[in-house]
Nanobody, 124 residues
Framework: QVQLVESGGGLVQAGDSLRLSCVGS????????MGWFRQAPGQEREFVAA????????YYADSVKGRFTISKDNAKNTVDLQMNSLKPEDTAVYYC?????????????????WGQGTQVTVPS
């Protein structure tokens, strides 16, 4: 059974940093590109960041570029999202996902496996 489990969410103040982690099991995720998506209350789920199969290429949504960093460790089957300079508009449930492709995919329909999500709250 393929599983992705996120951790590291929480309540932080604007300007703070937070690091999300996602660990996969039941599949060799070194075959996959990995991504992070988020969904704010009342809004559709949106792309945040993606990393290529080998970890050497990253792609970010404009809203997080320069503040967030995605990294992948194929030996540990993990993908992390370092979030700096957090803003209230970053408040959302963050989801980790895996796409059976080599490039840093940004479309949700490219992703075959999803975690359950972790809540990040940045009060205004």
């Amino acid at each position: 059974q393929v599983q992705l489990v996120e951790s590291g969410g929480g309540l932080v103040q604007a300007g703070d940093s937070l690091r999300l982690s996602c660990v996969g099991s039941g599949r060799t995720f070194s075959r996959d590109a990995m991504g992070w998506f988020r969904q704010a209350p009342g809004q559709e789920r949106e792309f945040v960041a993606a990393v290529s199969r080998g970890g050497g290429s990253q792609y970010y949504a404009d809203s997080v570029k320069g503040r967030f960093t995605i990294s992948k460790d194929n030996a540990k089957n993990t993908v992390d999202l370092q979030m700096n300079s957090l803003k209230p508009e970053d408040t959302a449930v963050y989801y980790c996902a895996a796409a059976p492709t080599y490039y840093s995919a940004s479309h949700q329909n490219e992703y075959a496996y999803w975690g359950q999500g972790t809540q990040v709250t940045v009060p205004s």
